[in-house]
């Protein structure tokens, strides 16, 4: 890690295990507003904001609703669900780690009180000088926008970041801001 000067996580995936328990609180949601959502697309999506995938599944299917109140149905829905969430140790250790040594941040395509609530939650907020969050950028993962404003408050370069991601759009986008990027599905096997 010698030219790395900072690391930037994903939140949802990464260092939280909470994409399970966010499938749930979609199935509720899809269900109420008669939306077809496959858990496979669901899973490929990762990385995207609820208000995103609900305005393409509106669309898709032909539906009208206000996808931001729908979103936030969905987040009232996932907040009692948030006292189950659990660490991702391999990656939470990770940052432990390096704490004090180097700026970090989190970059999440899901929303501040959400994310930051889960941070707190795992007793970890505190590891992070910034959490960026999709209501901080305009374009959303895969586009690298959320990885480059993390990298921006903590004061690093992006070819001088390391970033952690679960999804491919995440990797993505942490390729398209000049970042290394690592894949943590390789380290919690």
Not at 58 to 83: C, F, T, W
Not at 145 to 153: H, K, M, S, T, V
Not at 163 to 187: C, F, K, P, W
């Amino acid at each position: 890690m010698t030219n790395i000067k900072g690391l930037i996580f994903d939140c949802d995936g990464t260092l939280a295990d909470t994409m399970p328990l966010h499938w749930h609180a979609w199935q509720m949601i899809t269900r109420r507003h008669d939306l077809h959502f496959p858990e496979d697309r669901f899973y490929s999506l990762g990385g995207v904001p609820s208000r995103d995938i609900l305005k393409m599944l509106a669309e898709e299917q032909g539906r009208s609703l206000d996808h931001i109140a729908v979103a936030h149905e969905k987040e009232n829905v996932y907040l009692p669900l948030m006292a189950q969430v659990e660490p991702i140790q391999a990656v939470v250790e990770i940052a432990l780690a390096n704490f004090g040594k180097i700026p970090m941040a989190v970059a999440s395509g899901g929303t501040q009180p959400i994310i930051v609530g889960v941070l707190e939650h795992l007793k970890i907020r505190h590891l992070f000088a910034a959490v960026v969050t999709s209501e901080m950028v305009k374009k959303q993962k895969p586009a690298p926008d959320i990885f480059l404003e993390a990298a921006r408050r903590i004061g690093v370069e992006p070819q001088f970041c390391r970033a952690y991601e679960d999804t491919e759009l995440g990797l993505q986008a942490i390729r398209s801001a000049g970042m290394d990027a690592i894949d943590v599905r390789n380290l919690r096997r």
